[in-house]
C-alpha cells in the first residue's frame, strides 16, 4: 500500500493540530516523513521542517522541503472535567477524528442515559482511513458525551463519561 498525496497532507493536517507534538518521524516502506515543528507552542501557525523521501527513481535522492502545512482546526480546548464519584472517563487512546456512529445517518453507538457493557462500542477514532472502535470497557451508564461528532480529539482527551456500575 502506497502513500498518496492526499494522505501526506492528511498527516501533515494531524501533526499540526497536535499541540503538545514537537517532532515526528513516519516510515512506511520505502517512504520516510520526518517533521519538526520550529520553536515552542503559542502560534496559530506554527512552521515546521518537513523531510519526505521515497523510492528514488535512480540515484537514490530525497526531497527536502521548508513548509506551512494547512492549519488544521485546533481540537477544542476544555479543561478537564472534573468527574463525579463513581464515574469512569473513556479517553481517546490516540490522536484522530472521533465518531459517534458507524457512518453518516447511522444511529449513534451510545446516547446519554443508555447502559453499556464493557465489551460495547462506544464511539470510532478514525486515524488514516482506519477506523478503530473504542469499548466502554466498563458496566454502566453513559452519563455525558464530552466530543463533538466528527472532531478531531488527541491522546488521553476525554470522550465520554459513564457512571460504573461496579459496587464498592
Not at 472535567?81 to 458507524?102: D, H, K
Amino acid at each position: 500500500m502506497d502513500l498518496t498525496y492526499s494522505d501526506v497532507q492528511a498527516i501533515l493536517k494531524i501533526i499540526d493540530a497536535a499541540e503538545h507534538l514537537d517532532e515526528i518521524e513516519l516510515v512506511h516502506g520505502g517512504f520516510r516523513l520526518h517533521v519538526v515543528r520550529n520553536g515552542a507552542g503559542g502560534a496559530t501557525q506554527r512552521p515546521a521542517h518537513v523531510v519526505a523521501s521515497g523510492p528514488a527513481p535512480s540515484a537514490g535522492t530525497s526531497a527536502a522541503v521548508n513548509a506551512v502545512p494547512v492549519v488544521a482546526p485546533e481540537p477544542a480546548r476544555t479543561s478537564e472535567p472534573a468527574l463525579p464519584p463513581g464515574t469512569v472517563a473513556i479517553r481517546a487512546p490516540m490522536l484522530g477524528t472521533f465518531y459517534r456512529a458507524s457512518a453518516p445517518g447511522e444511529r449513534p453507538f451510545v446516547e446519554v442515559g443508555q447502559r453499556v457493557r464493557a465489551d460495547d462500542t462506544v464511539c470510532l477514532i478514525e486515524v488514516m482511513k482506519l477506523f478503530n472502535s473504542i469499548r466502554a470497557g466498563v458496566d454502566g451508564e453513559v452519563v455525558q458525551i464530552l466530543a463533538e461528532n466528527g472532531a478531531l480529539v488527541e491522546h488521553n482527551q476525554v470522550l465520554i463519561v459513564i457512571a460504573s456500575k461496579a459496587k464498592g
